[in-house]
């Protein structure tokens, strides 16, 4: 799956401020030093002497707008400007932003400038991609995301978590289950908020909506929450396919393979069909070798604040690019679940194909440190 790179290497830049002292001259030459050498608004190895820049200016948008608002200005200088008030996150530049995206014929601005205004948050910027959604055409249901402009759209909006939005995701529910990727790229960096919106499309009409709502609760957002929805709508769920997502889930939602054995006892009494039998019996059975994994985990922990911290450093400011996910693994422990589901929906900004690796991996460290957090009461 390819995107636009530019617009999407935008996610790339955010990375910790450190003390520096810079003048306000600093800045604007670094960055027309960049233009002078070719370099463009996605050059990875100028991101941190840029941060550094606009953490000690003062007025950085006075120095970067007049760039933004030139309309003789080409395309790798807007580039780079724009790149640097991505890194500002200063909320006073997204009109000039929404400027810069309808006067611009560069898709690559145009989508740049939708990742800016979502970065920079707020109401109005939540408004105007509210705009733009109404205006794109239905979500694609095919693998082609470059032209698939509803689907971008919502990706910024979920990346502002912009709860009037939610309503207009129910299309993602509605994709095949090969396409089930791009319910997790926007369900997951709506993250917890969209946990509710997605129990109640348990007991939908459409069973393929029932289903992908099941698989992203579970798989995906690993939410404890449905634990009991899920309990109750599988006796009265029609279709095979939709109770085996509820199977699966559970394995993934609750945290003590005890409780887990109980659950799945209980559906056995409930359930009459052969395949759907097999796969309770198939995971009861699994149970032993989940409890000597456990026991695996617990072994390999050498729980380390510090190291931690810095290990988390690197893979939240790189987006999961730079840092090592088994340092994390060793060192984190079950306390540390509300950073880690912050790194989760960070390292989804890329829509590149390799983040949904890294929030597989992080989802693994919060499941088995919740087995952690059960077995050492």
């Known amino acids: 799956m390819k995107l636009n790179y530019f617009a999407i290497c935008l996610f790339l830049f955010l990375s910790p401020l450190y003390v520096c002292g810079y003048q306000p001259k600093d800045l604007t030459s670094y960055l027309d030093e960049m233009i002078f050498e070719g370099k463009t608004g996605f050059d990875i190895s100028s991101t941190q002497p840029i941060i550094d820049r606009i953490e000690h200016t003062t007025g950085v948008l006075t120095l970067l707008l007049p760039k933004i608002r030139d309309k003789n200005v080409d395309y790798k200088t807007l580039s780079v400007y724009l790149w640097a008030i991505y890194l500002s996150k200063d909320r006073n530049a997204i009109d000039d932003i929404i400027r810069l995206y309808n006067r611009t014929n560069y898709e690559e601005l145009k989508w740049a400038s939708l990742n800016v205004i979502a970065e920079l948050g707020g109401p109005k910027a939540g408004q105007f991609l509210m705009e733009q959604l109404d205006k794109a055409s239905e979500i694609s249901f095919g693998f082609d995301d470059v032209n698939d402009t509803r689907f971008l759209i919502l990706n910024c ?94 394995t993934e939602i609750v945290s003590n393979p005890e409780e887990q054995k109980q659950i799945f006892h209980k559906l056995l009494s409930q359930e009459r069909d052969e395949q759907v039998l097999k796969s309770i019996h198939e995971n009861i059975g699994n149970l032993y070798n989940l409890k000597r994994e456990i026991k695996s985990f617990k072994e390999s922990k050498k729980i ?18 730079e840092g090592n996910f088994n340092i994390l ?49």
């Open 157 to 250: 909006l979920s990346q502002m978590k912009y709860s009037k939005a939610l309503p207009m995701m129910d299309e993602l529910l509605k994709v095949n289950k090969s396409l089930l990727y791009k319910s997790q790229y926007i369900f997951g960096k709506m993250g917890d908020s969209a946990i509710p919106f997605l129990i109640n499309k348990i007991n939908d009409d459409d069973e393929k909506v029932r289903y992908n709502a099941i698989w992203i609760l579970g798989m995906c957002l690993i939410a404890n929450e449905a634990k009991n929805p899920f309990q109750e709508h599988f006796i009265k769920e029609p279709n095979k396919e939709v109770r085996l997502a509820i199977i699966d889930a559970f």
């Open 304 to 321: 380390d604040s510090l190291l931690f911290e810095k290990e988390y450093s690197k893979l939240y400011n790189s987006f999961g690019k």
């Open 329 to 377: 693994e060793i060192t984190s422990k079950p306390e540390d679940e509300e950073k880690l589901i912050k790194l989760r929906e960070r390292v989804l900004q890329l829509l590149n194909g390799g983040e949904l690796y890294y929030y597989e991996k992080i989802n693994h460290i919060i499941i088995f440190n919740r087995y952690l957090k059960y077995f050492n009461k």
